[in-house]
Nanobody, 130 residues
């Protein structure tokens, strides 16, 4: 099973930028569609962005479209989330998730329940001050 570790979170002022990384180990990410989710205090985990295993398609939640960019480097076994024009409502713990799809399949998977419990990272905190 793939192990995922997020990094890059922190405290930033509104309008600022952060770049999150999700580094994988144990298995190569080239057979996984990847996604970012976030969870704010007292709220359910919500979908943010997704990218196909072949890096040919991306998909975003309406709330982040035009501000966030998901990308991946399969050679480095890493997925990224570039976050620009951050808003206080972007404050949350951000998680990456992996879905094993060596032969393709339904995409994007925007429900957290579509991902195995063992296919999540531990999360990284993003706090945006106003």
């Amino acid at each position: 099973q793939v192990q995922l570790v997020e990094s890059g979170g922190g405290l930033v002022q509104a309008g600022g930028s952060l770049r999150l990384s999700c580094a994988a180990s144990g298995r190569t990410l080239s057979s996984y569609n990847m996604a970012w989710f976030r969870q704010a205090p007292g709220k359910e985990r919500e979908f943010v962005a997704a990218i196909t295993r072949n890096n040919d398609r991306t998909y975003y939640a309406d709330s982040v479209k035009g501000r966030f960019t998901i990308s991946r480097d399969n050679a480095k076994n890493t997925v990224y989330l570039q976050m620009n024009s951050l808003k206080p409502e972007d404050t949350a713990v951000y998680y990456c998730a992996a879905h094993w799809t060596p032969y393709g399949g339904i995409w994007p998977l925007t429900s957290p329940g579509s991902y195995d419990s063992g296919s999540w990272g531990q999360g990284t905190q993003v706090t945006v001050s106003s």
